[in-house]
């Protein structure tokens, strides 16, 4: 990723936008006062978008495995690889049953992110990855099901832009109904161990 790092009046601007996204993400998924699970009816639902092999993927085609879903961008300075590089020790962490976990990476930059990125960047993560794009009415439609918040910020000082956007891991089940989500600063072991106790692998 160092060759996709900005000025470092770039990287000072998307340290603060993820970490208001953050507060914010936070803020409308912390768990009710009586620990209802205000997720769940909440997040998830019909996409169709197109992975970085060209190919149609809706939210059917993740029918059947557990899905650990992540919004975010291949232009992202900090925040995106991390989460991938995290997402995928995850999955790896579970071993066997890692198999049962389809790892998925949608953009909410599908302007940058054409499905040619997005198989250049997918490549640097792990080797299951799916990872989505599609027009930018498809990827609304996606980031709106999921709740995820997306927003293009221009820099004058670089021809770049960045995205402020929600920076939260959603574990979804075979059914396609949210099961749970993850902060931005989850390990990959707490991670594993979380998906673990969900999908009953020993
Ligand atoms: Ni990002």
Known sequence: MSRRIGPPVQIAVALVA???VAVVAFLALAPGPAGRQQGKALVGGPF?????????????????????????????????PTSLQTMSAAVDLLGSAGDRVQ????????????????????????????????TEAQVAG???????????????????????????????????EYVTHFGHDVTAEEMAARIRDVIGAG
């Open 142 to 176: 996606a980031a709106k099901a999921y709740r995820v918040y997306y927003q293009r910020v221009d820099d004058s000082a670089s021809t770049e832009y960045l995205m402020d956007h929600t920076s939260l891991y959603y574990l979804m089940g075979p059914d396609g």
């Open 48 to 80: 169709e978008l197109v992975d970085q092999r060209g190919e149609t993927v809706t939210d059917q085609d993740l029918r059947g495995r557990y899905a650990l879903i992540y919004f975010g961008y291949t232009y992202c300075p900090d925040v995106c």
């Open 18 to 20: 993820a970490a208001v």
């Open 103 to 134: 790892p998925v990476f949608i953009t909410v930059d599908p302007a940058r992110d054409t499905v040619e990125q997005m198989a250049l960047y997918a490549a640097n993560f792990h080797p299951r990855l799916l990872a989505l794009t599609g």
